[in-house]
């Protein structure tokens, strides 16, 4: 069974740093997640892109409110896949979902994810 677990959200202060990790299990990292993708949604709003990784971590995509100020990683040997969350502005608020999906190459789409972790809040105070 395929799960995704996130930690690493909390309550900071506008202009904080975070780490958000989402830790897999159920599959071989590298060989079955191949794309993997950070989520955000707030309050009414809709689920949007963050970012996203490709299986080695050697191509990367952030929106662009985030460019300069996250970082996407992740460490197939741990199984793991990082945000950086620096700079935080209070318009950073949300629940951070993880996401993974058996395709290759960048995916930006909420439906080109097959698994999601259940999500961890992010605060931002001004």
């Known amino acids: 069974q395929v799960q995704l677990v996130e930690s690493g959200g909390e309550l900071v202060q506008a202009g904080g740093s975070l780490r958000l990790s989402c830790a897999a299990s159920?599959?071989?990292?590298?060989?079955?997640?191949?794309?993997m993708g950070w989520f955000r949604q707030a309050p009414g709003k809709e689920r949007d892109i963050v970012a996203a990784i490709n299986w080695n971590g050697e191509n990367t995509y952030y929106v662009d409110a985030v460019k300069g100020r996250f970082t996407i990683s992740r460490d197939n040997a741990k199984n793991t896949v990082y945000l950086q969350l620096n700079s935080l502005k209070p318009e950073d608020t949300a629940v951070y979902y993880c996401?993974?999906?058996?395709?290759?190459?960048?995916?930006?789409?909420?439906?080109?994810?097959?698994?999601w972790g259940q999500g961890t809040q992010v605060t931002v105070s001004s």
């Open positions: 996401a993974a999906a058996n395709l290759p190459g960048i995916l930006l789409r909420a439906n080109d994810y097959a698994y």
């Open positions: 159920g599959r071989s990292f590298s060989r079955y997640f191949h794309g």
